[in-house]
């Protein structure tokens, strides 16, 4: 299976501002509003923001976030085409994450969700 596109992601300082910000100045409809994690729809594309570490660079451009099957494939055949792992594979509850520059420098998102029906 082809990785799936999930939505934009970008890192901002205050996660319910910025969801303001959107749904109040741009009339786009909120998906999601937490501290750490907000959504946004705009037209059938999900505007997402992450809430930043206080030491993060914020502002700079937005990471696309990806679902795949298999993290650690992916990971792979990236890296043998010139992307380069940023950081680690984290494993939060939801599944596994990493991050990754392209050749441009880029950030890409991966996420691997966790299988439905597992402990």
Request: net charge negative; hydrophobic share 45%.
């Amino acid at each position: 299976m082809a990785a799936e596109f999930k939505h934009i992601m970008l890192m901002v300082k205050d996660v319910p501002t910025s969801v303001k910000f959107y749904s109040e100045g741009l009339g786009l409809p909120v998906k999601v509003a937490t501290p750490g994690w907000g959504e946004v729809d705009a037209n059938g594309t999900t505007i997402a923001f992450h809430a930043a570490e206080s030491d993060a660079d914020v502002g700079s451009s937005p990471i696309l976030s990806f679902h795949v099957d298999d993290i650690h494939a992916v990971i792979a055949t990236l890296e043998s085409i010139g992307a380069k792992l940023e950081g680690r594979i984290r494993e939060p509850s939801f599944g596994k994450v990493a991050a990754m520059r392209t050749p441009d420098g880029h950030l890409l998102s991966l996420l691997q969700p966790v299988a439905v029906g597992a402990a």
